[in-house]
């Protein structure tokens, strides 16, 4: 057990998610400091019944602390990680900055539990698409090795943080009402419209979210051969990404065989029935921690394809959850070898 812990954007959307997953699922600690910017100094947060105060964020605030989750942009992950690092701590981070660092696991705990043994102090947690759609493959992988993937992603306004959805919200009402919502967020008004842009140009077209379910998608499965063709949509949901995922692997698998990998794979839920209307949906998906798929089906351009659907809460399973879930990773590795975290 992790006598101090320390959560960094504990004001943030998936900070409070980050929280009341420590509190739901009972992470072992005597003591919880929540850090923040400037800002957010002084801020009264809830946890378990108590009321927590927000602490400055700085080198010294690490002090005694053994474990962090952080949720914080690229920046303030380059800055901090350092000092948690040096002060004894374990960095559960969810910004990209690391995540490519080959020294930085890069972990889905129902995927690559053992690549948290190889940390150097600081543990990424993936891109949210990158995440579900990872889960959704491992057990595909596992049974015959996946070799290219082409997904389709429709994501969630919240992945570009609250002030993605303040934006959905504007944007909509004043399309509703005939006006013209000049967007801050996105590239474009968001409201009755699809944005086929998440991030900067980054490589031959593709944009930098793209080209991040790339390279951390060979990463988490190991596996430099696995090929991905991205293409990520920013559509006006607030909370839930969706995927149209199709799936080519060395050897054919039935849609019987799939299904039933599906099935047994910790942390899916198949939702497939096409004749009763059954599939996953965002607003079904909101609030909860597991991956949905659904209209499983061979793909009748490929005898080697598999062709689904994907939808998770980008704010839990795609961010929140998984990093919590790495950090009571890092508990039971540890007790399990008779260590002390």
């Known amino acids: 057990m992790y006598e101090t812990i320390a959560l960094v954007g504990a004001t943030g959307a998936v900070g409070r998610i980050v929280l009341e997953q420590l509190a739901q699922r009972q992470f072992p600690h005597k003591r919880l400091k929540l850090l923040a910017s400037e800002r957010s100094v002084g801020t009264e947060i809830r946890f378990n019944g108590k009321s927590l105060t927000v602490e400055l964020l700085d080198p010294n605030a690490f002090r005694n602390v053994g474990l962090v989750i952080a949720s914080t942009p690229d920046e303030v992950s380059k800055e901090f990680a350092p000092w948690a690092v040096d002060a004894g701590a374990v960095v559960v981070d969810?910004?990209?900055?690391?995540?490519?660092?080959?020294?930085?696991?890069l972990v889905i705990p129902e995927v690559n539990p053992h690549a948290v043994d190889s940390h150097s102090g600081i543990i990424?947690?993936?891109?949210?698409?990158?995440?579900?759609?990872?889960?959704?493959?491992?057990?595909?992988?596992?049974?015959?090795?996946?070799?290219?993937?082409?997904?389709?992603?429709?994501?969630?306004?919240?992945?570009?943080?609250?002030?993605?959805?303040?934006?959905?919200?504007d944007s909509t009402r004043k399309a509703l009402a005939g006006d013209v919502h000049p967007p801050k967020t996105f590239q474009h008004?968001?409201?009755?419209?699809?944005?086929?842009?998440?991030?900067?140009?980054?490589?031959?077209?593709?944009?930098?979210e793209e080209m991040k379910m790339v390279y951390e998608t060979r990463k988490i499965m190991e596996d430099e051969e696995i090929q991905v063709c991205p293409t990520c949509v920013r559509v006006p949901v607030a909370i839930g990404h969706s995927?149209?995922?199709?799936?080519?692997?060395?050897?054919?698998?039935s849609v019987d065989e799939a299904t039933r990998l599906f099935e047994q794979a910790e942390g899916v839920t198949v939702v497939d029935d096409l004749t009763t209307h059954a599939y996953p949906m965002p607003r079904d998906c909101d609030g909860k921690d597991d991956v949905f798929v659904g209209r499983i089906r061979k793909d009748i351009s490929s005898p080697n394809g598999i062709a689904f659907w994907c939808v998770s809460d980008n704010l839990r399973k795609g961010a929140a959850t998984n990093a919590v879930q790495i950090a009571e990773l890092l508990v039971q590795r540890a007790t399990a070898v008779g260590g002390k975290s």
């Not at 969810?94 to 696991?105: A, Q």
């Not at 149209?244 to 060395?250: K, Q």
């Open 124 to 169: 990424a947690s993936p891109n949210c698409s990158t995440t579900q759609m990872v889960v959704a493959l491992a057990p595909l992988h596992r049974a015959a090795r996946v070799r290219r993937v082409v997904v389709s992603t429709y994501q969630a306004t919240s992945g570009a943080g609250v002030s993605g959805n303040e934006e959905l919200n």
């Open 94 to 105: 969810e910004s990209g900055y690391y995540r490519m660092e080959p020294d930085v696991p």
């Open 243 to 253: 995927e149209s995922i199709l799936v080519e692997t060395e050897r054919p698998l």
């Open 189 to 208: 008004p968001i409201g009755f419209n699809l944005i086929p842009q998440i991030g900067s140009d980054k490589h031959e077209g593709y944009t930098s």
